[in-house]
């Protein structure tokens, strides 16, 4: 079973729409939890940490579920500069961060 | 904002030639980190240095590969003989602290081996 798996898409979601992905992970003993995002051919960037609570940056809410071992990232009111590729990752305590392969998301005006 | 910086931003290389990927990560960030991005694929990670040496390297990082911190300032990738396979997104991350603040990347350095 791979450490961190996502769907890859694509969604394709009209703009103004709420898009979902969720993200599975192996390892009981992940201690941190991220949503990245990366554009085509670019860096990934931190998008939001994702705490055992949930969290919401604005638009973007993220939820971790322990017990099944998956975390969530919700977008409302998708903007087109939302296209991108999610990248869903997580680290053990003291460990490198592992990411997943990400899931292509294209808001469709 | 503080940036991870990457040079060069594109290489092109022959296959055997030695290469070195060139990092400055942020100045008051302690852990220092290689990912490769083989085109179509995850980012997988490489190697990880921290007090001026080597934390953990991943199976990819073999002896072809080595890392150096000279000046303290600057995070060096080497590739000794590069191969065609070396081909890939070489990004360079670091962070302030492991657990609790994500990485900030670099822009990455795409090497090409032809």
């Known amino acids: 079973r791979k450490e961190v798996e996502q769907d890859p898409g694509p969604f394709n979601v009209p703009e103004g729409a709420t898009v979902a992905f969720n993200c599975t992970y192996s390892?009981?003993?992940?201690?941190?939890f991220f949503w990245y995002r990366q554009d085509c051919r670019k860096e990934p960037k931190l998008l939001m940490s994702?705490?055992?609570s949930g969290n919401e940056d604005g638009r973007f809410t993220a939820q971790l579920n322990r017990a099944s071992q998956y975390i969530s990232l919700l977008i409302r009111d998708s903007k087109l500069s939302d296209s991108a590729t999610y990248l869903c990752?997580?680290?053990?305590?003291?460990?490198?961060?592992?990411f997943g392969k990400g899931t292509r998301l294209h808001i469709l005006p | 904002e503080p940036e991870v910086t990457q040079t060069p931003s594109h290489q092109v290389t022959q296959m055997g030639q030695e290469v070195i990927l060139r990092c400055v990560p942020i100045s008051n960030h302690l852990y220092f980190y290689w990912y490769r991005q083989i085109l179509g694929q995850k980012v997988e990670f490489l190697v990880s240095?921290?007090?001026?040496?080597?934390?953990?390297k991943s199976e990819i990082f073999d002896d072809q590969f080595s890392v150096e911190r000279p000046d303290g300032s600057n995070f060096t990738l080497k590739i000794r003989s590069t191969k065609l396979e070396d081909s890939a997104m070489y990004f360079c991350?670091?962070?302030?602290?492991?657990?609790?603040?994500?990485?900030?990347f670099g822009s990455g350095t795409r090497l090409t081996v032809v």
């Open positions: 390892n009981s003993a992940s201690q941190s």
């Open positions: 994702v705490y055992s």
């Open positions: 990752v997580v680290n053990r305590r003291n460990d490198k961060i592992i």
């Open positions: 991350a670091s962070t302030e602290e492991v657990n609790n603040y994500g990485y900030t």
């Open positions: 240095f921290y007090n001026n040496e080597i934390s953990e």
